[in-house]
């Protein structure tokens, strides 16, 4: 799977589980920790939760497991490291406190 199927692939399963306003970055130009990002927002720590856990499980049947997890719902930010694809799963307020697409606003926006 390329990095850019698994970043739709991702994508799809947050939209639906109902995450909040998905987003697929192409950074692979401005960086090489990613070819793409992923951000999506929970509205609770149980909807932050049940994202990472649905991107896990849906991923983990297709043979794909993170290399890295960080963070945890409470925190208001979870990072799940898929080597090519980075996931970023924050609480609302803290999506909107790091401001990722900002940072990264020279990244290609993906059609999702």
Do not use: C
């Amino acid at each position: 799977m390329t990095g850019l199927e698994l970043a739709r692939a991702i994508a799809k399963t947050l939209d639906d589980k109902l995450g909040v306003d998905v987003r697929v970055l192409k950074v692979e130009d401005l960086t090489i920790i990613a070819d793409y990002f992923v951000i999506v927002s929970g509205e609770s720590s149980t909807q932050v939760r049940a994202l990472a856990e649905e991107t896990e499980h849906q991923l983990e049947a297709l043979g794909i497991r993170p290399v890295k997890m960080e963070g945890e719902p409470k925190s208001g930010w979870v990072l799940m490291d898929y080597n090519t694809v980075l996931l970023h799963i924050f609480h609302s307020e803290a999506r909107e406190f790091y401001s990722l697409e900002r940072l990264w606003a020279d990244a290609e926006p993906i059609e999702i």
